[in-house]
């Protein structure tokens, strides 16, 4: 046999060996099943450094990756049959996808979305959140929860450490500002034309630094103006810390001053802070409080604490306590923004008074699909309880007549606030809250309690406490494709009250038909980017007023949520 043709039978033999060797394998390869996505949170920042894994139903085999820098992950090499997804992280509530059914040769995408330890009852806190609403303002977002450290132990035993960079364009950017021009009715503290000029420059190491001033216009007054500072530091495992220093200057306001005069002008000084830390996977702890400073008739130093604590035993329960001793910052998110509302500050005989009491509470939330139902019990030690007003008040009010104390006056909207007798409630709530579209949530509210009411005899002096009830449904968030961002709800109670029930609740604020709405204003390239347009309204159907006659003969009204509206432009760049 010549031995170029000894050679190619060689060639062929061995040829046809390597084949019959590598045909498992390349078939194997052929028939296996991959799956792959991209993890993100729920604000949809992509997370680097989770673990996904597939858990195979029967005896089949299971697959681990990690996701990069882009939140992706791919799992290669999975054999034919049902698989169960699951994703997790630190500081996160674990992923799960079921049911996944995979085939030979199938390239499955599959996304999943993880939700914080304290997301249960983050939509729907048990504190008034008019703050993180549609306005002219930012709000903090904790930039520190999408830029977490994540230590994850390798297989070699060695730690390393992984971080989601998907917001480090945001560091060290530029100062951006944020300048808006609103009028209308706006209620107490709130009338007028305003101005209002923010700016907001986050650090290179996280921090963020924010500021802002807000300028009414007045006729033949001063102009009221606010000036606002706040500081975040974020701290290790997903804490952080906030200060807030605020100063507000209302000419318009006028009060009983000295000898049964009339002094016209309050000033406050805000210091308020927020320390938010994990311990362990299960313990949420956030601690913080404010202490104001008013000056007006006279004098008022007050300082108001908060304290919260949430364990969360599994990935869907969760359990807390609380203890708030004001209505306005309850926890950290309390300081999403600087922006503070003006308290509560009326004469008491010789003295000053403000708003207080403790609210205390314990709630238990569950994850029911993308949802949240939760159920709490409460009790509040009220000793005095802010009332809200309209009208042409006289020198009897501004006094305080017939045992009733003082009153604090709005010129520029002719509204008023006072202070009425205490309560003593215990009381239950259940909230249900249901995603209808991405970023749009849905929610329903049903809380018992006491609140005051009108007796037999009008006015403030008749005030008595009652038992009653008080429902809610709500819209929040924002509508896809149209850049809408709207809070919109109708809360109602008996309208005889003149103080909302559950008064530390999360819709205690605002009563019957309310709704914010912002709306990004475009028109092709006649409009530059960035221009928004904004209005927010309290009780548009002007429900619940309860007249009686002051004591020279003019007609007042109290009610729980005063009519308001303010709408404007606000132009960021």
Avoid at 15 to 30: D, F, R, S, V
Avoid at 180 to 189: Q, T, V, Y
Avoid at 331 to 347: K, N, T, W
């Amino acid at each position: 046999m010549p031995t170029v043709q000894r050679c190619w039978i060689r060639y062929g033999l061995a040829l046809g060996a390597l084949t019959l060797w590598l045909t498992p394998g390349m078939m194997a390869a052929a028939s296996a099943a991959t799956v792959s996505g991209v993890v993100r949170d729920t604000e949809g920042v992509a997370q680097m450094g989770a673990m996904v894994e597939a858990i195979s139903a029967g005896p089949g085999s299971a697959g681990t990756a990690f996701t990069d820098m882009s939140g992706r992950y791919r799992i290669a090499n999975l054999e034919a049959g049902q698989y169960r997804l699951r994703a997790t992280a630190a500081l996160f509530v674990p992923a799960t996808r079921g049911n996944l059914r995979l085939s030979a040769g199938m390239r499955a995408t599959v996304n999943l979305t993880l939700g914080m330890l304290s997301d249960p009852v983050a939509w729907l806190p048990a504190q008034r959140r008019k703050a993180d609403e549609a306005g002219d303002d930012w709000t903090w977002t904790l930039r520190s929860a999408a830029n977490r450290p994540i230590l994850r132990m390798m297989g070699d035993g060695s730690l390393v450490l992984v971080s989601s960079g998907a917001r480090e364009a945001r560091r060290g950017a530029p100062m951006e500002a944020r300048a808006a021009m609103m009028s209308g009715d706006g209620g107490f503290g709130g009338g007028g034309a305003h101005a209002v000029v923010a700016l907001d420059q986050a650090g290179n190491d996280g921090s963020d630094m924010m500021m802002r001033a807000d300028v009414a216009a007045a006729d033949g007054r001063a102009p009221a103006t606010e000036i606002d500072a706040g500081y975040e530091r974020r701290g290790t495992m997903g804490g952080g810390s906030r200060l807030v220093v605020s100063y507000a200057s209302h000419p318009e306001m006028m009060s009983a001053g000295g000898a049964g005069g009339e002094t016209m002008g309050m000033q406050t000084m805000r210091m308020a802070s927020a320390e938010k830390m994990q311990l362990g996977d299960s313990v949420d702890v956030e601690a913080g409080g404010t202490v104001y400073a008013i000056r007006t008739a006279g004098t008022a130093l007050t300082a108001q604490p908060f304290l919260n604590v949430t364990v969360h035993p599994g990935e869907v329960w969760a359990v807390r306590y609380r203890l708030a001793t004001s209505r306005d910052v309850q926890d950290f998110d309390g300081l999403d923004s600087i922006a503070a509302e003006l308290p509560v500050a009326v004469a008491c005989g010789a003295r000053l008074c403000t708003e207080s009491g403790t609210h205390q509470e314990i709630a238990l939330s569950r994850r029911a699909g993308g949802g949240l139902l939760q159920a709490a019990v409460y009790h509040d030690a009220i000793a005095r309880t802010s009332i809200a007003g309209t009208g042409a008040t006289g020198a009897a009010e501004l006094a305080g007549s017939n045992g009733a104390s003082g009153v604090v006056v709005d010129t520029a909207t002719g509204s008023f606030r006072m202070l009425g007798a205490g309560t003593t409630a215990n009381g239950v709530s259940l909230t249900l809250s249901e995603p209808l579209t991405v970023g749009l949530w849905a929610a329903l509210e049903f809380v018992s309690g006491e609140a005051l009411e009108t007796g037999s005899e009008p006015g403030p002096a008749g005030l008595q406490a009652t038992s009653a009830e008080a429902a809610t449904v709500a819209l929040k968030g924002r509508v896809l494709r149209t850049g809408t961002k709207l809070r919109a709800a109708y809360r109602w109670q008996p309208r005889r009250l003149a103080t909302a029930v559950g008064p530390y609740d999360a819709f205690s604020e605002q009563a019957y038909l309310s709704f914010a709405l912002r709306q990004a204003v475009r028109w092709g390239d006649r409009l530059p980017p960035g221009l928004e347009a904004t209005i927010d309204v309290s009780n548009l159907l002007a429900e619940g007023y309860e007249p009686y006659l002051s004591a020279d003969g003019r007609t007042l009204f109290l009610a729980q949520t005063p009519r308001t509206i303010q709408g404007g432009l606000s132009f960021t760049f």
